[in-house]
């Protein structure tokens, strides 16, 4: 495997030793593209499969809300997926049902295929690009992430491309490239706003460059554009405060064997992906002694600092609110998964085919885990209500912001004629109570992770008051009671 390119001027260094001069592709280039097609429809049957099977949930919810707002709500909220939200925009008018939702997340995830085997080929060479290409078209993070109605799918590969642009940048110093490489990533900080992780990263990995290589002047004028454009969403963020991260509460550092099951794809295939990244880790250290600083170096600091940086930067702002979400580290995954092709394709080959079968098979039987795992079932909830509901009933969500699924299948379902009378913190609980007398009966979904919550609790203690329970039924992660008034000659006040 080649591990380093010997420098020649400095303007050449950084050409790659697989480029051909001639137009017409190689037998080898031929079959790599033939591969890497069967590569791309795999990904795309793996992301196709069940989309629609499993009903939204909570975030999900936020992204139709966010989409189909007749006011655009430029909050916290908006600001974190600002892009993906005013893109799935247009996107919802062509369709609302779970399944074409998830699609605009599935297009970008399996574009990520013959993109990053285009990254790791420029970087290393056509294996390691196959490898990785394999790699991310089985990975089970990848696959369930990019099946949500979430921007995880397109923050990942605008991550990559911009990624892919930042080395041709480097390497050619064209100053297309440069542009193109804070377009993508001035995208990709709008369709997420954790991908600004992605910066630092990129910035640290120069070091590894000889010190005449490294092109201070467009490096630092790109971070400095990239900080300008991503002043609005800070701002926007800053003044939400604490809006869209109150749930973040465990301690950081007890997340990280989650983020090494997140970048590995799933628990099963963990043990093989720590055994490629020591194996990677064992490459680079040898490309760092007998190399030093140089592109080789540089290429391989490029993935390290890719993985480890964010990681460390989310840590550090811990220390002062948690903040280690392991799926925001999504945006790390192509850089995980080409560490580990590089590791695996340093193996004999008998070794490596018997390892990449087996990591595959592995990440099959996560995937099968993940289908047929249940998920908070709102549109069961809310298809158990609708066909059961009377007039004069109405509904109550708690906590009133885990409605927005109950919103989607309301509409879905043609429920808007069942009102949705959530507390509102900003109004009194007395003229709230007063409000519900007015109904016969009230169907009660409380979301299951909030039951002990002192909130939920209070509002449910009120209830008592004026109705009684009359029937419950449990869903996954939704809980449903039925409360009937209990005396029901007294309604809108009078007796």
Same mark, same amino acid.
């Given at each position: 495997?080649?591990?380093?390119?010997?420098?020649?001027?400095?303007?050449?260094?950084?050409?790659?030793?697989?480029?051909?001069?001639?137009?017409?592709?190689?037998?080898?280039?031929?079959?790599? &593209?033939?591969?890497?097609? =069967? $590569? *791309?429809?795999?990904?795309? +049957? #793996?992301?196709? !499969?069940?989309?629609? @099977?499993?009903? %939204?949930?909570?975030?999900?919810?936020?992204?139709?809300?966010?989409?189909?707002?007749?006011?655009?709500?430029?909050?916290?909220?908006?600001?974190?997926?600002?892009?993906?939200?005013?893109?799935?925009?247009?996107?919802?008018?062509?369709?609302?049902?779970?399944?074409?939702?998830?699609?605009?997340?599935?297009?970008?995830?399996?574009?990520?295929?013959?993109?990053?085997?285009?990254?790791?080929?420029?970087?290393?060479?056509?294996?390691?690009?196959?490898?990785?290409?394999?790699?991310?078209?089985?990975?089970?993070?990848?696959?369930?992430?990019?099946?949500?109605?979430?921007?995880?799918?397109?923050?990942?590969?605008?991550?990559?491309?911009?990624?892919?642009?930042?080395?041709?940048?480097?390497?050619?110093?064209?100053?297309?490239?440069?542009?193109? &490489?804070?377009?993508?990533? =001035? $995208? *990709?900080?709008?369709?997420? +706003? #954790?991908?600004? !992780?992605?910066?630092? @990263?990129?910035? %640290?990995?120069?070091?590894?460059?000889?010190?005449?290589?490294?092109?201070?002047?467009?490096?630092?004028?790109?971070?400095?554009?990239?900080?300008?454009?991503?002043?609005?969403?800070?701002?926007?963020?800053?003044?939400?405060?604490?809006?869209?991260?109150?749930?973040?509460?465990?301690?950081?550092?007890?997340?990280?064997?989650?983020?090494?099951?997140?970048?590995?794809?799933?628990?099963?295939?963990?043990?093989?992906?720590?055994?490629?990244?020591?194996?990677?880790?064992?490459?680079?250290?040898?490309?760092?002694?007998?190399?030093?600083?140089?592109?080789?170096?540089?290429?391989?600091?490029?993935?390290?600092?890719?993985?480890?940086?964010?990681?460390?930067?989310?840590?550090?702002?811990?220390?002062?609110?948690?903040?280690?979400?392991?799926?925001?580290?999504?945006?790390?995954?192509?850089? *995980?998964?080409?560490?580990?092709?590089?590791?695996?394709?340093?193996?004999?080959?008998?070794?490596?085919?018997?390892?990449?079968?087996?990591?595959?098979?592995?990440?099959?039987?996560?995937?099968?885990?993940?289908?047929?795992?249940?998920?908070?079932?709102?549109?069961?909830?809310?298809?158990?209500?609708?066909?059961?509901?009377?007039?004069?009933?109405?509904?109550?969500?708690?906590?009133?912001?885990?409605?927005?699924?109950?919103?989607?299948?309301?509409?879905?379902?043609?429920?808007?004629?069942?009102?949705?009378?959530?507390?509102?913190?900003?109004?009194?609980?007395?003229?709230?109570?007063?409000?519900?007398?007015?109904?016969?009966?009230?169907?009660?979904?409380?979301?299951?992770?909030?039951?002990?919550?002192?909130?939920?609790?209070?509002?449910?203690?009120?209830?008592?008051?004026?109705?009684?329970?009359?029937?419950?039924?449990?869903?996954?992660?939704?809980?449903?009671?039925?409360? *009937?008034?209990?005396?029901?000659?007294?309604?809108?006040?009078?007796?």
């Amino acid at each position: 495997m080649e591990t380093g390119r010997a420098p020649i001027q400095l303007a050449d260094q950084f050409k790659p030793a697989q480029a051909s001069s001639g137009a017409i592709p190689q037998r080898g280039d031929l079959r790599a &593209y033939a591969c890497l097609a =069967a $590569l *791309a429809g795999t990904a795309a +049957l #793996l992301r196709l !499969l069940r989309l629609g @099977a499993k009903g %939204l949930w909570i975030d999900e919810g936020v992204s139709y809300l966010m989409a189909t707002a007749k006011d655009r709500p430029h909050d916290s909220f908006w600001a974190y997926q600002a892009l993906y939200h005013e893109l799935l925009r247009g996107w919802v008018r062509l369709g609302e049902s779970e399944f074409f939702l998830r699609l605009f997340s599935v297009i970008p995830s399996i574009a990520t295929i013959p993109l990053i085997y285009a990254l790791a080929k420029r970087l290393f060479d056509r294996r390691i690009g196959l490898l990785s290409a394999l790699l991310l078209a089985v990975h089970v993070a990848h696959i369930t992430y990019s099946q949500q109605a979430r921007s995880y799918g397109l923050a990942v590969f605008l991550c990559t491309l911009a990624t892919y642009f930042f080395v041709r940048a480097v390497e050619d110093a064209v100053v297309s490239d440069w542009a193109l &490489y804070v377009l993508f990533s =001035a $995208l *990709a900080v709008y369709s997420h +706003l #954790l991908a600004c !992780l992605l910066i630092p @990263a990129q910035l %640290l990995s120069a070091a590894a460059l000889p010190v005449r290589a490294i092109p201070w002047r467009r490096l630092l004028l790109s971070a400095a554009i990239l900080a300008a454009v991503a002043l609005p969403l800070a701002l926007l963020i800053i003044r939400g405060g604490a809006g869209g991260t109150e749930f973040i509460s465990a301690a950081s550092y007890r997340q990280l064997p989650a983020v090494v099951t997140l970048l590995a794809g799933s628990v099963a295939t963990v043990p093989c992906y720590l055994a490629f990244w020591f194996l990677g880790g064992r490459l680079a250290v040898r490309t760092f002694s007998a190399c030093g600083r140089s592109p080789a170096s540089w290429r391989v600091a490029l993935l390290l600092s890719w993985c480890v940086v964010p990681i460390i930067l989310l840590l550090l702002v811990s220390l002062v609110k948690p903040a280690l979400v392991p799926r925001y580290l999504l945006v790390c995954v192509p850089a *995980a998964v080409i560490l580990a092709a590089y590791g695996l394709a340093g193996l004999r080959l008998r070794s490596r085919v018997f390892l990449t079968a087996a990591t595959v098979l592995l990440s099959l039987l996560g995937l099968i885990y993940y289908q047929t795992r249940p998920r908070e079932d709102w549109r069961g909830a809310a298809r158990y209500v609708f066909a059961q509901a009377q007039p004069g009933d109405a509904v109550l969500v708690l906590p009133p912001y885990s409605s927005l699924p109950f919103l989607y299948y309301r509409s879905r379902f043609g429920g808007d004629a069942l009102p949705l009378e959530n507390p509102d913190d900003s109004a009194p609980r007395a003229a709230w109570l007063e409000r519900l007398a007015h109904y016969r009966r009230l169907w009660v979904l409380v979301y299951g992770r909030a039951q002990s919550d002192s909130a939920t609790r209070a509002c449910l203690s009120g209830l008592n008051r004026d109705f009684r329970l009359e029937s419950s039924r449990g869903f996954t992660m939704v809980h449903v009671q039925l409360y *009937a008034r209990i005396n029901q000659g007294i309604l809108n006040g009078k007796d």
